[in-house]
Each structure stands twice: as C-alpha cells, then as structure tokens.
C-alpha cells in the first residue's frame, strides 16, 4: 500500500480535455495549401503575422518536432562562455531549421487543441465573452521561478489504481494518471507586478447566426517569439487525499516562448476574428 498527504496541491488537470493529434498516413496533400501545410496538418514554412486568414484546417506548428528541432541546437551555455556570447552563438544556430523551414528566428504560432467552454455568446451584446486563464505549471533549468504555461498535445497517458493510506491511518483506493505532454511555457519580456495566472479576456463582436456557425470550430493560437532558454518543462501534479482520491502528474518538454498574441479564428477556414493581448 502506498501513503498520500491530507492536503490537495492545486493543478489543472487539462490533459483529459486534450485530444491526440489526428496524422493523415500516405494521404498527399493540398495542393492549394501546398507550401505551407503537409498531409498531417502542421504548418513547415513560417507564417507572416501580418496574414489576413491561416490555411484551411490550420493545426499550428508541431509541438514535437520544434521541440526535437531545438533539441538539436546547443543551446547550454558553455562554462566558458560570457552571456553576451551565449546569446550571439544562440542567435546564429537560430538560422538553422527545426521543423521544415521553420527557424528560431521565426514567429512561433502553436495552437491549443482544447476546446474553448472559456468563453460564450452573448446574444445581448452580440458578442463572444470569457477569459482564459493558464496556470504556473512551466519550469526552467536554472531556477526555481515558474511561468505560465499550457500543455499542446498528449503524448502519452497511463493509468492504474492503488490503496492509499494517510498519516492516520485512514485508507482508500487512489485513482492514478501519468501524462506525457508537449507543452508551451510563456516567459514574458516584462514582468508582472501582480502573482498570478496569465489571464487572456475575449470581446469578440458576432452576429449570432455566424456565431452559431461557428461554436464549435473556433480555436486559439498562441502567437510570439522563442525566448532564452528556448526549452523547459511543463509540470503539473495533484496530490491525493481521503476526499478527492485522485494521483495526477503532466509533465513533458515544452518550449519557451515571448507571448505576444492570442489569435481567435475558425479552424475550417482559418478566418481571424481576434487578435487579444494577454493581460496580468
């Protein structure tokens, strides 16, 4: 038997409301969408912000493939390097591709495959409304410090059960869930002057015939630059105790990223109907 502490530790538990990313074997693909979209959906040349619509189908690019790409890279500093040197080496490996085409020096856009209760229609103010929060499950190298940080896709996931008994002796049968995860962390520019999660807060006029159209296609992306370390961990775990019996840990490598915006658009036509700013 297993012991388990009396008190929870607070954790988003986002891995069951992820889904596997779908991969579309030996289908060929679009040829209007070509250049930029191969047959399992992931972007592999680099996206000009100033884009007016994403490609049809848009997922973003792969999570794991820019993580494998900068895995890659050496991106520790070296004990005999001075940070100034450290930063200049980093910034010429960032001409060197991770994931097709795609460099470090390009935008990163990453989509969150979740789908969005955050926010909800207002048919009085003919708007969609809501705020998403993100909580401090990101984790660096050096340090102790955590960031914001959201999971992107589900690796792995396994499950099992055990008796777990307290420090009094009390006994119960604990649920237990491992996740693997490929996962975003973001470390911002400037930073914040109020502890908290990231918070992002959605006002996005619609008349609600569109809006019924589009209830459920619309998905957000994650907008910004690679930011120094370039990779992290994404960790999040939930202690058990008698009255919520449940053992989760999500964890994986993440990448690191400077937020700059979250996009709002449909992910059948890859319209764009907000462009939001995260806020403290």
């Known amino acids: 038997m297993r012991g388990f502490i009396t008190f929870a530790t607070a954790a988003i538990a986002l891995s069951f409301a992820l889904s596997l990313p779908a991969v579309a074997a030996g289908a060929k ?53 001075t ?36 926010f909800k229609y207002d048919p009085e103010s003919q708007a969609f409304k809501g705020r998403s929060y993100f909580g401090k499950d990101g984790m660096l190298k050096e340090g102790y410090e955590l960031f914001d940080a959201a999971p992107l896709v589900i690796l792995s996931n396994s499950r099992k059960s055990y008796i777990g008994v307290n420090g009094f002796g009390a006994s119960t049968k604990v649920e237990e869930s491992s996740t693997k995860v490929c996962g975003v962390i973001f470390k911002q520019a400037k930073k914040k002057t109020i502890y908290g999660p990231l918070k992002i807060e959605y006002n996005i006029p619609m008349a609600s015939e569109k809006a019924r159209e589009l209830k459920d296609s619309l998905k957000i992306a994650f907008v910004g630059a690679l930011s120094i370390p370039y990779l992290g961990r994404y960790v999040s775990f939930s202690k058990p105790t008698v009255s919520s019996p449940y053992d989760i840990s999500i964890t994986g490598d993440s990448i690191v990223i400077r937020l700059e915006e979250v996009w709002v658009f449909d992910e059948k036509t890859g319209e764009i109907f907000a462009r939001v700013q995260p806020s403290e």
């Open 29 to 81: 693909s679009n040829a209007k969408a070509q250049n930029r979209i191969v047959d399992d959906g992931y972007a592999k040349t680099a996206l000009s912000l100033s884009d007016e619509k994403l490609p049809q189908n848009f997922k973003g690019y792969s999570c794991t493939e820019i993580v494998k790409g900068l895995q890659s890279l050496n991106i520790k500093k070296d004990e005999f390097e």
């Open 83 to 118: 940070k100034q040197e450290f930063e200049d080496r980093l910034m010429n490996d960032g001409l060197k591709k991770l994931s097709g085409s795609i460099t470090a020096v390009d935008p990163m856009i990453f989509v969150y495959n979740k789908s969005l209760s955050d």
